[in-house]
């Protein structure tokens, strides 16, 4: 089912590529000038391929896909070059013969499954709305729709039909969404961050539908996304797009194993890898910023943040060079790629503090944590957890788990219920931040995951720095500033920084702003909500090391909370496992990941994408995460686990969370022993499905 | 959503029942003695005194608030100053014909706002769209006794075509009234079509730039289709529900209008009340007013939660 | 960065695969479109015109400027230029159309309508900007109250806001008249009052959207308590809302004011008023007396267009 097989068969002469793009330009008018998106992008997708497109933000990749559709906003255009999509030029169409083009040969699904459906509209009429203008009358165009909707794995589809998108879960959308896409069997499916929305295991299970239906349907695919892991997972072929160039191309399998451009390199570096832990291996990172908007660029584009960069590189606009029959890069030193010098050394300088206070208690401790909203929305219940000083503990759960009602109740942002036990060093802390006092605010802090939103864009990042330097730890004058230096050489800003406004600065160094206030004052205990999700993966990886040197350099301890498990592998030392606002598992990291592990651990694990391709099997999870509103019985698991005992024990009796081994602790029926026998073979009965 | 529409009721209530309160001690503000007011300045002390007694204006304040009150509930308006007769039939009246020249004024506006507010949208940026939205903006600047003036001068007077008040006399046919209005609607036009116009573009603009409305496109539906279902549906929900909230600015010009054009309605008459200290009338009309303002506002409400699937079948899962 | 690292052995150059000549570097005056969120650090200042710069540009700006700026010439100067004494009668010339000695005409009481249209704007200029920075202040108070504090606060201050706004402002103006009498300082602060609640309702709401940012939790973990988030953390980044409020209120507030002197609730006579002028020589229309009311009204309307076209420009920029 998974497209990692490497190159596919060339195409039958006779028939037209799926997609062919020929040195196109796409060019956007900004502000009355002329700025280029994309510049001189060839790439070819046959019949029944599945390509890649990947690149950070301002590649250009979804970019490419408007292009394609002709879908540009009113100051874009295709400047250059020529599009072919099986056969038909887009771009000289007419009115009709376009509409024509996109309702049958070319559909495309994009990010936010819920935002690309009227609201106003019923689901099955939107779907339906494909077949009428197929010529089917409308009794017909429901009917075929009711069957594409099974077709995408709808159980019910007769009542999805009926349901306005704002009733369906995200999964589900994108389910529907994509049946409305695949309706008439295009020739080419574009996907556009189809997933990055969705929760791991939905995730899993939409990309496996894709799949699937590619095969079924015969539709060549053109995957464009942030992530290699999925594009890895799902694609025969990929391209890498930097800045609005393709900077190397190939079968992904080779591409990513043996990256031949000194960008792609850097990327698969910035990623950590199985193995690979903060206090041995630091991340590598990409230095430099991408090019202004605006600038001209005479040379390679990459050349500014190349470590191999040359003379001519920076003369000389490379062209594609061949590396081999099936792969190209756009790089003249493209053989010595792969011995790209590190930008940060891969050993850390001074050794970790390691996890001290063995004999005291623990710095936090919860017990007992439940919290249930207006309506009865229980979004923890009953969640016993305990921070070590100076460790990670990662926390890692899906949508509806808790993970963030935790972080909030800890700082005191939401009040838990009655019974619930919050403790620092012991003592209890008050539920209510604005009565907490200063030194209990000192030593909990937080960096959030959009700095867009947590940093007040009206204040200087001087301001925003200072002010817990002078609100917590009572400095002013010259020792004020003297720490504010120190931040700042610490987070690797610079003074020219600090006149400046959040907006006028990149992602990267916002965030790193928003650590410096964080560690201002210096916390004993900071959350970590996401704190890279909003950024690229080269951007990421810097901040992940500066997390990681500003831990051992001022002895913190981190609550670090991420949906992305490669992170929280690499960063955390235990973690703890939520599901529908309980602890299913918590353990040391590389135990939890390595197994044995709880049933929803194991299918949360192997459902994410990963570039580690040795793997076992998938467990494929069905159904929707339920609600919070309404949790199963006895084990809130057991209404998608795998292995259901078939004694009934799992739907009547909720499991106490036992420790077999020492520090790892897993609430569910079947004894550790017997998972690690389960979890050796690889082969699982097939899963309950659920009606969703 | 019962809930949610109980919920509005009652706070609407609270509003009116707030709003009995303002009015009547705004009232109890106001300087002058009724009896006086009405018998003049010359009469004797003891006169004015028996009169007040009749009139029940020497009774404690909230006594007074209570019985007005009290009245309110049965329907009775209370007794003008100026006529010494009950307040209700006039305002009944004078209700009628505001509605009628209010009535005609949204008829033409709505229509209109929106169709330049979505055309604007669909070109926006273009001249067209600034065409439009200029000029909406500046229309609905000008106060309606300027406009109102300028239309008198220029089609009454000098070119002749319309009537120059607002009154087509007794059992005049439906037809003949409507030509009365049409000069005297046109100022109340001017004043809202910039703000509806303005409203039915943004909501427009928001729509077409959303993901729904490229999956649309993306679909291969034709534009005309694309427009109907899917754009108009979303973007006018919101402009609706703004239309219902623009009776504010509508009843302030009505007073003026209706001054301009000695048309005998609800402005006018609590003009006159006002200006002849005739409080009963005053407040009563005040009151009615306000009535109608805030049930609009409710049923602005229950439009859009009528309307929008997503509050009309509670949240998602 | 690079500068350090040890340079790879020059080889040979291998090769393209592209049968085409390589494409030429790029020779066209753009560049290229790099990231929209991750633009390196703009040297401050350069990429971004200013605010002011950016309103200067626009043609509305400057035709409601110039307009404006004439009337504020007109109310400051208006006395020292007009051609006669506005309050100077003379019956023996009244009703007399538009000529050479009278520009405008002359009113009922023979007064020269050019010299009143001028030194109208006087009266108008000061109490229509005090008004508002009335009720801006008041409004956004208010506003910025009922948004933060929400719950039981926001709802029951709603309800009487909104009965206060269910009453038609020309009525609170004539009650306010009649008990206080005809005041410049009293119109001032009725007009103030009555839009009061119309700014506060727009401030509330964008309050609203600012308090769902996460700078205000990371306020409070700051410790900083509800004034300082309220005023310090979510004003400043209301105030371009409220600067737009400001000036569409203003246009409004020459709206209402020229109607209530209309209505004989405003400036009281024989003070040289747009509004009360129209209201007193309406009546001559049938006559056939039509400068008397045309030129105090498109005074009127050339105060509000400027103003309001001003608030348009201001609004376009701060949204962009």
């Known amino acids: 089912m998974t497209a990692d097989l490497g190159v596919t068969a060339p195409p039958p002469a006779d028939q037209a590529p799926a997609l062919s793009v020929s040195h196109m330009d796409v060019t956007y008018r900004v502000r009355g000038q002329d700025r280029l998106a994309l510049r001189d992008v060839s790439f070819l997708i046959s019949r029944g391929e599945s390509y890649g497109l990947v690149g950070e933000s301002g590649s250009g990749k979804s970019t490419a896909a408007l292009a394609l559709v002709r879908y540009l906003p009113s100051n874009g255009r295709v400047s250059g070059g020529t599009i072919s999509i099986d056969g038909l030029d887009p771009l000289s169409m007419g009115t009709s013969a376009l509409r024509d083009l996109r309702a049958r040969t070319v559909s495309m699904v994009y990010q936010e499954p819920g935002r690309a459906l009227n609201p106003s509209m019923r689901v099955g009429r939107q779907i339906a709305e494909v077949f009428e203008i197929a010529g089917q009358s409308s009794g017909d165009a429901q009917q075929s729709a009711e069957q594409m909707l099974r077709k995408v794995q709808i159980s019910d589809p007769g009542r999805v039909m009926l349901r306005y998108p704002h009733e369906l879960s995200g999964g589900m959308a994108q389910r529907a969404v994509i049946a409305m896409a695949l309706a008439r069997s295009p020739s080419l499916l574009i996907l556009d961050e189809p997933t990055t929305a969705l929760d791991a295991t939905v995730e899993a299970e939409v990309l496996d539908l894709v799949a699937a239906l590619r095969q079924e349907f015969d539709t060549s695919v053109l995957f464009i996304s942030h992530n290699l892991a999925v594009i890895a997972k799902m694609c025969d072929r990929v391209g890498v797009l930097y800045a609005g160039e393709l900077v190397e191309e190939g079968p992904a399998r080779a591409v990513f194993e043996n990256p031949r451009h000194p960008y792609t390199v850097g990327l698969l570096r910035c990623i950590p890898r199985r193995g690979q832990r903060k206090d041995t291996d630091r991340l590598d990172s990409i230095p430099g910023f991408l090019p202004t908007p605006g600038v001209t660029v005479t040379g390679c584009i990459f050349a500014p943040r190349c470590g191999l960069a040359r003379d001519r590189c920076r003369q000389e606009h490379p062209p594609f060079f061949a590396v081999d029959e099936v792969r190209t890069s756009r790089c003249f030193f493209h053989e010595q790629a792969p011995d790209l010098p590190r930008a940060t050394p891969v050993s850390v300088a001074a050794p970790a503090a390691d996890g001290t206070g063995g004999t005291a208690g623990p710095l936090v401790d919860v017990e007992r944590l439940s919290k249930t909203f207006a309506g009865g929305v229980q979004a923890l219940a009953g969640v016993d957890v305990s921070i070590q000083q100076g460790e990670t503990l990662g926390l890692v759960g899906e949508s509806g788990s808790g993970k963030t009602t935790l972080a909030r109740v800890l700082l005191g942002l939401t009040a838990p219920d009655q019974g619930s036990v919050v403790t620092l060093h012991g003592k209890p802390l008050n539920p209510d931040v604005r009565r907490r006092p200063r030194e209990i605010l000192r030593a909990l802090q937080i960096v959030f995951q959009n700095p867009d939103s947590a940093l007040n864009r009206r204040h200087t990042v001087r301001a925003l720095i200072s002010r817990p330097l002078s ?31 959040p907006s006028q600065l990149s992602g990267g160094l916002k965030q790193r702003v928003a650590i410096a206030r964080a560690f201002g004052a210096g916390p004993e205990v900071v959350v970590c909500d996401e704190p890279t999700s909003a950024l690229d993966v080269s951007v990421q990886a810097a901040i992940l090391n500066l997390l990681a040197d500003l831990q051992r350099k001022e002895q913190a301890t981190y609550l670090f909370i991420s949906h992305d498990l490669g992170l929280v592998r690499y960063l955390s030392d235990r973690i703890v496992v939520l599901y529908l606002g309980r602890v299913m598992e918590v353990g040391p990291s590389e135990t939890v990941f390595d197994g044995p592990h709880h049933p929803y651990t194991e299918a949360l694990f192997s459902a994410v994408p990963s570039l580690d391709l040795q793997r076992p099997d998938r467990i494929r999870l069905t159904g929707e995460i339920p609600s919070a509103a309404d949790p199963p019985s006895g084990c809130v698991f057991h209404t998608r686990c795998p292995r259901r005992l078939p004694t009934g024990i799992c739907e009547s009796t909720e499991p106490p969370l036992h420790e077999d081994e020492p520090g790892h602790q897993i609430r569910c029926h079947i004894p550790l022993t017997e998972l690690r026998e389960l979890q050796r073979s690889p082969s699982v009965s097939s899963p309950h499905s659920e009606s969703g | 959503m019962a809930t949610f529409l109980l919920k509005r009721l009652g706070l609407m209530v609270l509003t009116l029942w707030l709003l009995t309160v303002l009015v009547f001690f705004a009232g109890q503000v106001l300087p002058g003695d009724p009896a006086r007011a009405t018998l003049g300045n010359l009469a004797a002390p003891s006169a004015v005194q028996a009169l007040d007694h009749q009139l029940g204006v020497d009774r404690p304040l909230l006594t007074r608030y209570l019985s007005w009150f009290g009245g309110l509930l049965h329907g009775d308006l209370g007794k003008s100053y100026s006529y010494q007769t009950a307040v209700e039939p006039f305002i009944r009246a004078a209700l009628i014909n505001s509605v009628k020249l209010a009535v005609l004024a949204f008829v033409i506006v709505v229509p209109l706002g929106i169709f330049g507010g979505v055309i604007a949208a669909l070109y926006a940026g273009r001249a067209t769209d600034r065409t439009i939205s200029v000029t909406g903006l500046s229309l609905s600047t000008v106060p309606e006794f300027v406009s109102g003036i300028v239309l008198i001068v220029i089609f009454g007077v000098e070119l002749k075509w319309l009537p120059v008040t607002a009154s087509a006399g007794q059992g005049a046919s439906a037809l003949q009234q409507f030509r009365h209005l049409i000069l005297p609607a046109i100022p109340l036009v001017f004043v809202l079509f910039g703000y509806i116009a303005r409203m039915a573009r943004a909501g427009t603009i928001d729509v077409l730039n959303s993901d729904y409305t490229r999956t649309a496109v993306l679909k291969g539906l034709p534009r005309r289709t694309v427009i109907r279902r899917h754009v108009l549906r979303n973007s006018l929900l919101p402009t609706i529900t703004v239309i219902a909230t623009q009776t504010g600015y509508l009843i302030g010009g009505l007073i003026v209008v209706e001054t301009l054009f000695n048309y005998q309605g ?42 929008n699937p997503r509050l009309r079948l509670g949240g998602s899962q | 960065m690079s500068g350090s690292v040890p340079q790879p052995a020059e080889s040979a150059v291998p090769s393209p695969v592209d049968p085409v000549a390589p494409v030429a570097p790029l020779d066209r005056t753009g560049g290229y479109l790099g990231a929209t969120g991750a633009a390196a650090v703009a040297a401050a200042g350069r990429a971004t015109p200013t605010r002011w710069r950016l309103l200067l540009r626009r043609p509305t700006f400057y035709v409601g ?45 023979g007064r020269d309508l050019l010299s009143r249209v001028i030194t109208g704007a006087r009266d108008i200029l000061i109490i229509t900007p005090l008004a508002t920075i009335l009720a801006t202040i008041l409004g956004t108070a208010l506003g910025l109250a009922m948004g933060y504090i929400g719950g039981a606060f926001d709802a029951v201050v709603g309800r009487i806001v909104e009965a206060f706004l269910a009453i038609p402002f020309v009525i609170v103006a004539f009650m306010f008249v009649v008990a206080i009498g005809h005041s410049l300082v009293g119109i001032t602060i009725i007009i103030g009052l009555v839009f009061t609640p119309l700014i506060a309702r727009t401030v509330r709401a964008a309050v609203q959207v600012e308090r769902s940012m996460d700078y205000v939790p990371a306020a409070r973990l700051l410790g900083e308590n509800s004034g300082r988030v309220m005023f310090a953390e979510i004003l400043p980044n209301v105030l371009p809302a409220v600067l737009v409020e400001f000036t569409v209120r203003l246009g409004y507030a020459v709206f209402a004011l020229a109607t209530l002197s209309f209505l004989g609730f405003g400036i009281a006579p024989p003070t040289p008023d747009w509004g009360a002028d129209i209201q007193a020589n309406y009546i001559g229309l049938p006559a056939g007396y039509w400068w008397q009311t045309l030129f105090p009204a498109l005074a009127i309307a050339t105060l509000v267009t400027a103003v309001i076209l001003i608030a348009d420009s201001v609004e376009q920029v701060l949204a962009s």
């Not at chain 2, 506002?297 to 859009?304: F, P």
Request: glycine share 6%; hydrophobic share 55%; with cysteine.
């Open chain 1, 471 to 501: 609100r917590l730890a009572g400095l002013s004058g010259a020792a004020l500033r003297d720490r504010l230096e120190e931040l700042i050489a610490s987070v690797r800003l610079e003074d020219r920084h600090l006149p400046l406004r």
């Open chain 2, 266 to 307: 609800l402005g006018n008459l609590i003009y006159k009340a006002a200006l002849a200290h005739d409080f009963p009338m005053l407040e009563a009309g005040v009151l009615i007013i306000g009535i109608v303002y805030v049930v609009a506002t409710l049923i602005a409400d229950v439009l859009l939660t009528l309307l």
């Open chain 3, 65 to 109: 400027a110039g307009i404006l700026l004439f009337w504020v010439v007109c109310a400051v100067f208006g006395y020292m230029f007009a051609p006669y004494n506005p309050l100077a009668q003379q019956l023996l010339l009244n009703n007399t159309a538009p000529s050479a000695a009278h520009w405008f005409g002359t009113d009922p009481l």
